[in-house]
């Protein structure tokens, strides 16, 4: 049996996120818990405005989670410690021939590639929570692999990353033809783009060693938007070019040369952490518009809605603040799960 995962911009029934826990990933002082817990609750609103929101809430969290998140949203009582969604929970795929199916593959989830810092035990748990709470079908998976390192066309096309499904602190073993026959199994990918790496700061200690959500992205069968850093100040401005050098030679899986659309950057290089990986790419398609990471920069934010607008025609761009989240190590569509709609 071969699933399939659709693209994210085909419809869905609703968003997955996970509402923060009190851990090394929130914060060590108040100001920064309050700042992680606000952020998160702002991407749920805005999604539901478009989309229903289930979120899964920590039991010591539940309290807080229903006085700031708007009774429109689902909570679902599961145990959280890491809250990237994205990366814990399950990825939703269709069964093409058993209409109305749905699947959910369950990623092995050991943070990222076992990192001192992480605590990751419980989350390693929710695509099973999610599964069962959705009646999907188990999609188990023997890969450490987390949403945020795919992203798919929904028809045969899968970007990869050499330095995260390979990475030995996930996949000691793993070889190219062993992740790529994974890949066809669990989302029906016939053709992988691996991307070399992905940017610079992703590397540190805190890093997913390359996800590709932050780097690049498919709005449609054979466009490809690519994250554009243009001050040669940043290392990724060096990085982003050598990738567009790479993808320029790729095709998808029709066998079609990529439409590369180039996203630029913020203008803020730096943070109180070094190289910035701030990101346009780490947007959410959602049913009839787009959630859009924002940066406190009037003239880029609004260039970025420009271009996600055109490549995602008659959807409604919204831009959330997602600086807090990048503080914490990844943006909007990394604390997100689309559940897809499937047809009978």
């Not at 599961?78 to 699947?103: H, K, N, Q």
């Not at 050499?162 to 996949?171: A, G, K, S």
């Not at 709005?219 to 990738?243: C, F």
Request: hydrophobic share 40%.
């Amino acid at each position: 049996m071969t699933w399939r995962m659709p693209s994210e911009t085909a419809p869905h029934i609703r968003t997955w996120m996970a509402f923060p826990s009190e851990g090394p990933t929130l914060g060590e002082t108040d100001a920064e818990r309050e700042a992680g817990y606000a952020a998160w609750t702002a991407v749920a609103h805005a999604v539901a405005a478009f989309e229903p929101v289930t979120m899964l809430v920590d039991p010591s969290e539940i309290g807080r989670a229903r006085r700031m998140l708007s009774s429109e949203i689902e909570v679902v009582e599961a145990p959280v410690d890491e809250f990237w969604l994205r990366d814990s929970g399950a990825t939703f795929v269709v069964d093409p021939g058993r209409p109305g199916v749905l699947g959910a593959v369950d990623w092995i989830f050991n943070g990222w590639g076992d990192h001192e810092w992480a605590v990751w035990a419980k989350a390693a748990e929710h695509a099973r929570i999610i599964a069962e709470a959705t009646g999907a079908e188990l999609v188990s998976s023997t890969l450490v692999n987390e949403g945020g390192g795919i992203h798919v066309d929904g028809e045969g096309t899968v970007l990869l990353t050499e330095t995260v499904q390979l990475d030995p602190r996930r996949n000691r073993y793993a070889d190219r033809a062993r992740v790529e026959a994974e890949m066809l199994r669990t989302l029906g990918a016939t053709h992988a783009v691996w991307l070399p790496r992905g940017l610079t700061r992703d590397y540190g200690d805190f890093g997913t060693s390359g996800h590709v959500d932050i780097v690049a992205t498919i709005p449609s069968p054979g466009v490809l938007l690519l994250h554009d850093q243009r001050d040669a100040a940043h290392p990724d401005h060096a990085v982003t070019r050598e990738l567009r050098a790479f993808l320029e030679t790729q095709t998808d899986a029709a066998g079609r040369p990529f439409d590369i659309r180039d996203l630029p950057a913020p203008a803020t290089i730096r943070d109180a952490d070094g190289d910035t990986d701030w990101s346009y790419v780490n947007h959410l398609v959602v049913n009839g518009g787009v959630i859009a990471c924002g940066f406190g920069e009037e003239e880029a934010d609004a260039e970025a809605r420009g271009i996600l607008e055109e490549v995602y025609p008659g959807r409604r761009v919204v831009t959330v603040d997602a600086r807090e989240i990048f503080a914490r190590g990844g943006g909007i569509h990394c604390i997100t799960q689309q559940q897809p709609e499937v047809f009978a």
